[in-house]
């Protein structure tokens, strides 16, 4: 039994604004980050992005388990009782329970956003789940462009709409090396050098994410 076990929910009413992305790279840099960290990565989504992921994986590690809202509490009990140190849980796009159920768990609520108003306006949802769980949160910058104010544009305006809720410092740009690993079962830190730009954001936004349990 670990009481220890910290859960991360990756959430966002927002399609397509990064959460598979993120809860798989937030769950591969945890169990990198020290020897023998276990990871469960729970894919709660029934579009099943992440067991998608899974399966083209040769590797055992982080253990990933397609779960539903109704059993997301067992399966948390036993992550705990197994002695895992992280639970990572990625979540589907549309409004509705499943969301609520992650959120209500989580020690921490990341939340991504890609620049512009859509995802702002999404996120609004989301945020008042978290605010009548009583839950903390992060907003993660994601897919943002090389170039341009839009980054800190977005900070901006989602500090002034959501002042309870911080932005991450670390953000994701728009990189294709993210995609190339996935589709190889694999996270950029296992398919970059370790210099690259990629990995320095992915090593960034785990410690951080981590300051904030
Ligand atoms: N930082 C990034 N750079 C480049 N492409 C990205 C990045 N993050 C995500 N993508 C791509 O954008 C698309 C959507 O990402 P992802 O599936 O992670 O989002 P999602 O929020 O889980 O979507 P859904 O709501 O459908 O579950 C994918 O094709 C993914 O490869
Ligand atoms: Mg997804």
Do not use: C
Not at 176 to 199: C, H, N, W, Y
Request: charged share 25%.
């Amino acid at each position: 039994m670990n009481r220890n076990t910290k859960v991360i929910a990756v959430a966002t009413q927002k399609g397509g604004a990064g959460k598979s992305t993120i809860s798989i790279h937030l769950a591969v840099q945890a169990m990198q980050s020290r020897k023998n960290t276990q990871v469960v990565l729970l894919d709660l989504d029934p579009q099943g992005s992440v067991s998608d992921w899974a399966k083209l994986r040769d590797l055992e590690d982080p253990i990933v388990l397609q779960a539903m809202p109704g059993n997301l509490t067992a399966y948390l009990r036993q992550a705990e009782e197994d002695g895992a140190d992280y639970v990572v849980i990625d979540t589907p796009p549309h409004a509705g329970g499943t969301i609520d159920v992650a959120v209500r768990a989580a020690d921490l609520v990341v939340v991504p956003i890609r620049p512009g108003p859509f995802d702002i306006n999404a996120a609004a949802g989301t945020v008042e789940i978290m605010r009548q769980a009583g839950r903390p949160g992060v907003f993660v910058l994601s897919q943002v462009a090389a170039v341009g104010p839009e980054g800190d544009d977005t900070e901006a305006v989602l500090q002034e709409l959501y002042p309870e809720v911080p932005v991450a410092k670390a953000r994701l740009g728009q990189r294709k090396a993210f995609m190339q690993a996935l589709i190889s079962g694999r996270a950029i830190t296992e398919f970059d050098k370790p210099s690259s730009k990629a990995v320095g954001e992915i090593k960034a936004l785990f410690r951080e994410v981590k300051g904030s349990l």
